[in-house]
């Protein structure tokens, strides 16, 4: 949540994605490419994922204008097997290749128990949560997988390889909202070595490295040509090494070492790959899902979990349905600007 | 590996294989079960996990004299939809429920591009990678999850709720065997707990609570009633919720709190389910997904991670193909004593 000391407007999600939407087509987006993008940018705001949110639309702009990126793509969606969807993104954003091939993903899991959406050649700016949660609204189970740029070191190598490799899943519950998480298989964000960096504090161990690949907990030092760590060690490096498989070996998208953006000043966005994996637990006869992960629910309770995966942003989402999404009111001043220039 | 002032002997895999069929069929098994079970046991000695290799002979006889599981139990495998195979374990040993529906999955992951194996009813006391990598060699992708019983206690909870529940992934290699990784998402193993007590040594921080919930690192306090945390805090508490969910609610499992064992003195073995998910990776058109891996396998050596994920167990295979299997005496000459035993 933004800090108390800023001077905060609030706006509507209806007037906040309109804003967006016309930013994104004013600089070179086409109106549904916009439209994706600003609906999943508002709502990334809307739940108090500030770093994944309205922050981001300077970057958009930026590898917008690079050349980089083609905001203006159509996905190619092609029905490869019956139960495995395929899109190319046609170096586009990674929504709107997922919106073009959702439902075909949706249709196969109801019909087969299970699914692939595999999707290539696509940008990936995001949070992954938005990707999985719209799943379990619809009673099915999503697990995603992206691979993004070369800034994480594998468990006892030395140089960067891997991305931040997020793994997103979603459940859904009967009578609440679903069970949502989405982790980073890197120690710590980019930008919170960032933070980090400006305000002079020493990052925990373990989660870095210089640029000779040795522990640092400096974070100049892994900002100057260092790494992020893997979480959990080796556990999280094969998770990574798991994510780079499925979201780019298995779907045809490059690794997160294997692009080169160096003749577009401005880039920053990966393009690389995605997996989704879509599964109806309501072919398993006799067992009722949905209540099942309430008895689960029940236990974490009783066992002393006050808050559930993805809770924390269901209580940002209803405050800012309430009182509308906060922004600091010059960064809404900016993006005013933003879609009055051309 | 066996420690150096053993005096060891060496056994070749047929042998050990016979001589733990021998056991466990004396002891109750059906001969199909004692043949599935003595071939994944003798195979995870073979590649040098010995936690989970002959080690475990007296805790299948245990659960086995005291009721709690059906050795003779024939699975129950269930065509549940064009991609999903269900498999009631009928309260036998998940290696021959796995086995009973290995083919139909295959079958459904190379038709239609992925495919679920779900199992419950099921008793799994072995390591996971076995159940991965044939899957690899038949150049398939495989990942596998595996609830057990409450001994992981939920990061920012008081009480153990999950179980160890490891995560597998299993994926195929261009002339060169599999990578396979099987990683539990407690951040230590149990035994490895008793072994520090045992030793008087103390637990790393984060590893352990005691029985009123508080962190603690003397292995007598955790097995006194405490738990273990999941490894990288709250990330691999998501993942082990997840684990439940896959493994327990979507196959009708019971969850690692779910079952009730007060009843069968002996019982080692947690009655829950076991979730795969396979996937043929050559549908993906004009995408070599072999060759891709091949590349990854690289850019992680040049990274500087010299050892890829399984292949420790490998080099130890290949040590014991030539050599024998290790295992100490005493332990063989016990082994021996079970099998002429009725």
New interface residues.
Partial sequence: MPSPNHDLSHISFDDLRGLLASILARHGASPQVAAILADNCASVQRDGAESHGTFRIPGYLATMASGWVDAAAVPLV?D?????V?VDARNGFAQPALAAGRALAVDKAR??????L?IHNSHHFSALWPDVEPFARDGL?ALAFVNSMACV?????????FGTNP?A?A?PRAGADP?V?D?ATSAMAHGDVQIAAREGRLLPDGVGVDRH?QPTTAPAELLDGGALCT???H??S??A??V???A?????GN?S??FDWSGHPGAQTPRTGQLL?V???S?????N?AL??E??VE??K??????Q?GERRYIQRAMSERDGIPIPRAELDRLRALAAAT
Same sequence: chains 1, 2.
């Fill in positions: 092609t490869a097997a019956p139960g495995f395929s019909a087969n128990g299970i699914a692939l595999a189970v070191v594998p468990h006892g190598a030395r140089q960067a390889l793994i899943f459940a069970l998480f982790l690949g979480f959990g060690g556990k999280g094969a998770l090494m798991m780079e498989i499925l780019a070996a298995l779907t045809g690794f070492f294997g994996i599964i109806d637990p072919l398993q006869n006799g067992n899902f099942r992960i008895t689960l236990a974490m009783q066992a002393g979990q006050e808050r995966p």
